[in-house]
T-cell receptor, first 116, second 116 residues
């Protein structure tokens, strides 16, 4: 079965530090890839997504992610974090053509804490 | 755009009673809606997928007779937890996609269910 792994469970950064959150998935076929963010007390919001085309995708609030097919990875980056980026970040994969087509498979989530 | 609401946001009920949770897509018609369960400090686990006018597809291990899902229209899906027990206490989240189930999912704010 397909799975998604987020390597960092809890990340603590100071404001202005650079951020990279890892996400790897296990599926050799076509994928739709997503990063969602859940701010404290709020619902999941879409940060960015990749379906096809340029593997470097830009999302809201200065976030970007790069799809590296050979590494089965979709890491999230931001050059300079702000205190307001404190949240839970989820990587999710839709494994097209698999028995799980149409279902989002979520990683375990990464808690980001940004210190002012 | 792409706003999904849930009602109620919180519900407390006695063991043995049934609880209905509504999920609405406010500004779009949702071909497919999804129901997730999120445990504290954990990721989202897909419970079932529903398409308007057809029976829901449940994930392995999810009791269809306990978690009744109705997707009566393109903007409304309901989850009824029947004969609720304390172990059903959780955070239930719905999502909706505009076109195919492989499309971007937009999430509702969730419903906190506490069964006494």
């Amino acid at each position: 079965a397909q799975s998604v792994s987020q390597h960092n469970h809890h990340v603590i950064l100071s404001e202005a530090a650079s951020l990279e959150l890892g996400c790897n998935y296990s599926y050799g076929g076509t994928v739709n890839l997503f990063w969602y963010v859940q701010y404290p007390g709020q619902h999941l919001q879409l940060l960015l997504k990749y379906f096809s085309g340029d593997p470097l995708v830009k999302g809201i609030k200065g976030f970007e992610a790069e799809f590296i097919k050979s590494k089965f990875s979709f890491n999230l980056r931001k050059p300079s974090v702000q205190w307001s980026d404190t949240a839970e970040y989820f990587c999710a994969v839709n494994a097209i053509g698999s028995s799980n087509t149409g279902k989002l498979i979520f990683g375990q989530g990464t808690t980001l804490q940004v210190k002012p | 755009g792409a706003v999904v609401s849930q009602h109620p946001s919180r519900v407390i009920c006695k063991s043995g009673t049934s609880v209905k949770i509504e999920c609405r897509s406010l500004d779009f018609q949702a071909t497919t809606m999804f129901w997730y369960r999120q445990f504290p400090k954990q990721s989202l686990m897909l419970m079932a997928t529903s398409n308007e006018g057809s029976k829901a597809t449940y994930e392995q291990g999810v009791e269809k007779d306990k978690f009744l899902i109705n997707h009566a229209s393109l903007t409304l899906s309901t989850l009824t937890v029947t004969s609720a027990h304390p172990e059903d206490s959780s955070f239930y989240i719905c999502s909706a996609s505009v076109t195919a189930s492989t499309d971007t999912q937009y999430f509702g704010p969730g419903t906190r269910l506490t069964v006494l």
